[in-house]
């Protein structure tokens, strides 16, 4: 008899040995069914189940391999970004980037048909000695060449009756599914001088617009307007402490089917949030739907965002790290279930520490979900009191416990419990690789977990930490 090693199928080969070991397999089952019946005269029932049993399994190696992810993608120093080959975790092609795309990964997106962008904040100052300007570019790799977007925000004074006031453009390129396209942000600040010289707070107003073009930047097709209520006095004298406006999130940087778009004002302690909208694609037109409450900071979604799941993030500022709770939360048919309470969770109050989850990913089918959790402090920091804490060497001592098991990924099924079922020290979410595995980076290398903690295999890719990964 051929034993077929457990769940090593869809990781360890490719997907035409799978297919010839299942048709060698097939083939001794009949033959050995067939000897059978001639000779020991074993019943018809028999067979048939072992063609059953044999079918079962040739349908869950095509399924395993229907649900792997095309392309593995990872950040090399210096600056090297590498598609690996998902049966052998072996390279398959390099390319070679600028070092400000390692130096933070964060601001790359990466959809499943290998298209890259690169647009960090404006503004942004670069450690590798690159000029700041770098940061007001786009950096594109459509598949086959990369082309840069000069995108800084400009400054156009505008002419006529309204002098006294200019423009600022801030903009956002996102990249689709299909890979036909880009999907561009942008809000528009027109700013009014004050005119009375006893009261010197200028005001603001808004626009955003959201439009969609080909690779190149051409062939606008517009999406939608979003316009303010009129002009917004600047109380503080800094508009973006007391005047509203949006920001866009899609998954991964990548439109699908759906994108969010939240109204906020980013303050000057911490952040308030007025209204999210949903926007989701039915053929080429895009409906409008408003979600039950605003989303703070969005991780994941299901198909058409029909399922989210966002953070609440901890509420402190001014170098204070716990002075509110941290919470997961899942969105779905106007219903919040709560999925990570870090005050239940760690019971954390009297000490500036908190503990949070990084990221999110649904699982294929959606009915189960990995997060990472971590923490603010280090095994070796120091950990004071919060602002109203009270010692307590019993917390304390817990506390310690848990972030030097830090970080960890948890696998939950919402709508079933929200408890993990699974918890993986030291470790942190890179994706899914269908609906039994996971890939985590663990003591700074890739490797296979499924979905009873049992690791199924450990790669030689090294990488720093998971923002390094991408799993399309």
């Known amino acids: 008899m051929t034993v077929l090693p457990e769940g090593d199928l869809a990781v360890d080969r490719s997907g035409g ?13 009949f033959h050995l069914s067939l000897w059978n019946r001639i000779i020991t005269r074993v019943s018809l029932s028999l067979v048939m189940r072992l063609w059953i049993q044999t079918l079962a399994a ?9 649900q792997s992810p095309k392309q593995l993608w990872v950040f090399q120093e210096p600056d090297q970004m590498v598609e690996y080959d998902m049966t052998t975790f072996t ?39 690159e000029m700041a300007s770098a940061g007001d570019r786009l950096w594109f790799w459509d598949g086959h060449q990369t082309r840069e977007w000069k995108l800084e925000g400009m400054k156009e004074p505008v002419v006529g009756a309204a002098k006294h006031t200019d423009t600022t453009t801030s903009r956002q390129c996102f990249l689709s599914v299909s890979a036909d396209s880009l999907f561009w942000f942008e809000n528009k600040f027109e700013f009014k001088k004050a005119q009375d010289p006893l009261d010197p707070k200028p005001s603001v107003r808004t626009t955003t617009r959201i439009w969609r073009t080909d690779l190149v930047g051409g062939r606008p097709e517009p999406i939608t307007n979003l316009s303010s209520n009129g002009w917004c006095r600047c109380e503080t004298g800094a508009c973006s402490e007391t005047c509203p406006e949006w920001y866009f999130w899609t998954p991964d940087g990548v439109v699908g089917d759906f994108f969010m778009v939240t109204r906020f004002i980013p303050g000057q302690l911490g952040s308030s949030y007025h209204e999210s909208l949903l926007y989701q694609r039915s053929g080429r037109t895009w409906r409008i739907k408003k979600l039950p409450q605003p989303i703070e900071r969005p991780l994941t979604a299901s198909e058409k965002g029909k399922v989210l799941v966002a953070a609440i993030p901890d509420g402190g500022c001014c170098a204070w790290d716990n002075e509110s709770n941290d919470q997961t939360l899942l969105f779905q048919n106007g219903k919040v279930l709560v999925l990570y309470d870090e005050f239940d969770r760690f019971n954390n109050r009297n000490y500036d520490v908190s503990f949070y989850t990084a990221n999110a990913h649904f699982a294929p089918g ?14 070796d920091s120091q950990i004071r009191l919060s602002s109203e804490g009270k010692e307590n060497t019993e917390e304390l001592a817990r506390l310690r416990k848990a972030i030097a098991e830090l970080p960890a990924v948890e ?12 918890s993986i020290l030291h470790a942190e ?20 977990y499924d979905i009873q903690g049992v690791k199924r295999r450990e790669t030689t890719i090294l990488v720093r930490t998971a923002a390094d990964a991408f799993l399309r």
């Open 411 to 422: 696998l939950v099924q919402p709508g079933i419990r929200t408890r993990p079922l699974i």
């Open 429 to 448: 979410l890179v994706g899914w690789l269908n609906d039994r595995e996971i890939l985590v980076v663990q003591d700074r290398r890739l490797a296979v």
């Open 17 to 29: 040995e799978a297919k010839k070991s299942m048709n060698r397999i097939f083939h001794q089952c």
């Open 91 to 129: 390279p398959r092609r390099m390319l070679t980037v600028s070092r400000r795309l390692l130096a933070h990964p964060q601001y790359l997106s990466i959809n499943s048909m290998g298209q890259m962008a690169f647009l960090p904040p404006h503004g942004m100052h670069w450690a590798s000695g």
């Open 58 to 66: 040739v349908l869950m190696v095509s399924a395993a391999q229907a």
């Open 366 to 379: 959606n009915k189960m979900l990995a997060y990472t959790v971590v923490s603010t402090s280090r095994t």
